[in-house]
């Protein structure tokens, strides 16, 4: 990469960190400090941990539009704003009304496809793929980091402190895309990066893009459902002191990696994806049942260690797979639906999470979750076998209209080319190839 593409991938991987880091640090702690607030009920405290999902589902897709007329730091500075805001009326808020406000803000300060089509702007084609991977790797760790932090501030400092480090990472964030991020030299429109509106109907019409988007609406629901349960769990029933719990998360991550590391080399390697998918399904269920069963720390620990193994493997399977599965020329608006139906889960899931914890025990929560994932895997066999292309973008604006013919022509003659689609607008092709493709051939082609 270029230096200023390198300058790209750093600054926006570490802004979309932070703004996810401050998000998810309330996730393992709110349940144990919510009735610090009046007017707090398990419907409630389970609104505020996943209300931000609504807005952020909501506005992420109006957002990126806005970023084409007003330009992508405007948006991207106004929406860290909004985000800084919704941090600071949690921070004072008195009542749960107020959390559940401001988290609102939060999520409505939407990012997410302004930043993506940024990334596009900085990055020549041939290795755009590798700062949105790289972006993508920075919401991993984010999450892992804020399951740690999160109870260590909360347990010294208590919610307000927390929200008031949400707060000052959004500031931080908002002086790396002025001050760090490249200014992009033009602003187009990246077909493998941001949404079209009008190709909305067709990915949405895709019955395989549909059950994965429904299959990441119920991991984050369950998700978010577990964490208004579990941190009372770990409290009450198990007796480990708040400032304490960092101590489990910490353990299961690291030992959830040697879950997930053998399932991505069987998954991928050996190309048996569907069947390890369905597997994780399963394994999600299984922790979920052995979470209601309860019993001895040990036994809830390697629980949550399945839960994480499996989490963290579909976490990143899926986006691949829709990478996949849709056109080439598409693949930014299957991802930004993808996206929506990953947030709108993390907000249904934080309402189911409360509601049933104000009608139940804890274990009944973690029961309907498990038959929720069962109906995900009953679903989940009917998937098909995804083929295993990958995407490439070849530049073709030094070619004329006659040219472009000609290179469209010779590109599907090579072997291992599956899809192309060229926008002669965009001088831009978009091709779906064999795992491995050499595609000096290809490049060949475009030399005027």
């Known amino acids: 990469m270029l230096k200023t593409e390198k300058r790209a991938t750093f600054s926006l991987a570490l802004v979309y960190a932070l703004r996810m880091l401050g998000l998810f640090m309330i996730l393992p702690v709110f349940s144990l400090h919510a009735q610090d607030y009046s007017g707090a009920t398990p419907v409630l405290i389970g609104l505020a941990i996943g209300i931000y999902g609504l807005t952020q589902g909501l ?40 959390v559940i406000a401001g988290r609102a803000l939060q999520g409505l300060g939407a990012i997410a496809a302004a930043v993506m089509a940024l990334a596009a702007d900085l ?59 490249p200014q992009p030299p033009s602003q187009d ?13 067709r990915v949405a019409g895709d019955l395989e893009l549909l059950k994965l988007g429904f299959g990441v609406f119920v991991l984050h629901l369950v998700l978010a459902a577990t964490f208004v349960v579990f941190p009372l769990v770990l409290q009450q029933d198990l007796r480990v002191d708040e400032a304490l719990h960092w101590r489990t998360y910490l353990p299961v991550f690291v030992l959830s990696i040697f879950l997930l590391v053998p399932m991505i080399i069987v998954a991928e390697k050996m190309k048996k994806s569907r ?89 009944t929560t973690f029961l309907w979750l498990a038959a929720i994932l069962g109906a995900w895997f009953l679903l989940a066999l009917t998937m098909k076998t995804p083929r295993y292309l990958a995407s490439k973008i070849i ?28 926008y002669e607008s965009d001088r831009v092709a978009y091709l779906k190839v064999e795992k491995g493709f050499d595609d000096s051939e290809l490049r060949a082609l475009t030399a005027p």
């Open 395 to 422: 530049s073709l604006r030094e070619l004329d209209a006659t040219q472009v013919e000609r290179f469209v022509e010779l590109a599907r003659t090579l072997d291992g080319v599956h899809e192309i689609s060229v």
């Open 189 to 201: 429109f990246h077909r493998d990066a941001q949404v079209s509106l009008r190709d909305v109907g």
């Open 275 to 363: 069947l390890v998918f369905t597997i994780a399904v399963v394994m999600l269920a299984l922790a979920e049942l052995g979470l209601a069963l309860g019993g001895s720390y040990v036994m809830v620990f390697f629980m949550l260690v399945l839960f994480f193994g499996a989490f963290n493997f579909l976490e990143a399977i899926m986006p691949a797979t829709v990478s996949r599965i849709a056109p080439a020329d598409m693949k930014g608006t299957a991802m930004g639906l993808f996206s929506s139906a990953q947030f709108i889960g993390a907000f249904c899931g934080g309402l189911l999470g409360g509601i049933l914890l104000g009608a139940g025990d804890r274990g």
């Open 59 to 98: 506005f992420q897709l109006p957002f990126g539009f806005l970023s084409d007329r007003l330009g992508r730091k405007t948006v991207i500075v106004g929406g860290l704003l909004i985000f800084c805001v919704g941090s600071i009326v949690a921070a004072e808020a008195e009542s749960i009304s107020q």
């Open 123 to 181: 990055t020549r084609e041939e290795v755009r793929l590798r700062i949105m991977a790289a972006i993508g790797m920075s919401i991993g760790v984010a999450f892992m980091l804020s399951m740690v932090i999160g109870p260590i501030i909360a347990a010294e400092f208590g919610m307000r402190m927390l929200f008031w480090m949400t707060a000052g990472l959004a500031v931080l964030g908002i002086l790396v895309i002025v001050f760090i991020t």
